[in-house]
């Protein structure tokens, strides 16, 4: 599967099968952390054996969650558009190993998952619990491409490319708060989420960018 069908094929799942994830499969994981990690000064962390990294709610909403992935970094003013783009990578990257992903970031357990990072320094925003889903999920509800984007002139096929693939992206409480404007070959992508806006704005970025085609545009 490429990353291009996990866009499509993923959805939340907070019921997992109690099958351990295979040592070649937690290695390819730990080799895509290590880049990403490499590549935007983060500390994504795969945590195996333990949901101490999940609130109470988390852990009476979840079932047979044994594994997640840290979202940390230092803590910098774009770290949640870091964490929320690398962590976007991560769910679809772990959808092609056949695995399924529930991205928490309200109801994850800062003092649990602290306990695997071998730093105080960092800032943690959310976990992303992995593993063998009971079911592969459903869609989310979505609002419509007009309702998100607006383009000035023609529409080129490369931009509601990117918005169809920008409203599969999952956003905190699903509410898809995106504002994505074209003119030209240049895109402006907002977001207003809250506590979650950066979070959300990162993911909307790489889902945005998977489906447009980097080469076909830039950011403003
Ligand atoms: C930044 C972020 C934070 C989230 N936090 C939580 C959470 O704390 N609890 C929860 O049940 N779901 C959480 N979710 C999952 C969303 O509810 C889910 O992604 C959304 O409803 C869209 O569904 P989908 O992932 O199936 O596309 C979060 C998602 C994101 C992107």
């Not at 809250?194 to 545009?217: P, Q, V």
Request: hydrophobic share 35%; glycine share 12%.
């Amino acid at each position: 599967m490429t990353i291009e069908e996990a866009m499509k094929e993923r959805h939340t799942v907070r019921h997992f099968k109690d099958k351990s994830i295979p040592s070649d499969t937690t290695e390819k994981l730990n080799a895509r952390i290590a880049q990403n990690n490499s590549d935007y000064g983060l500390r994504l962390e795969l945590v195996t054996g333990n949901n101490d990294g999940l609130n109470v709610l988390a852990k009476l909403l979840g079932k047979g969650i044994k594994n997640y992935i840290i979202l940390a970094g230092p803590d910098t003013p774009d770290l949640d558009v870091k964490l929320g783009y690398c962590g976007a990578d991560m769910i679809l990257y772990a959808q092609t190993l056949g695995l399924n992903t529930w991205w928490i970031g309200g109801m994850f357990s800062d003092k649990g998952a602290r306990k695997s990072l071998d730093t105080d320094s960092v800032r943690i925003n959310g976990v992303l619990a992995v593993g063998y889903g009971q079911t592969s999920g459903t869609a989310h509800k979505s609002k419509s491409a007009a309702e998100i984007s607006s383009y000035n002139g023609d529409t080129p096929q490369w931009f509601s490319d990117g918005v169809e693939a920008l409203l599969l992206a999952p956003t905190a409480l699903n509410r898809q708060s995106f504002d994505v404007r074209g003119d030209g070959s240049r895109v402006c992508l907002t977001c207003s989420n809250g506590r979650f806006s950066g979070i959300d704005l990162g993911i909307g970025k790489y889902f945005f960018e998977l489906g447009a085609g980097k080469e076909n545009f830039e950011w403003i």
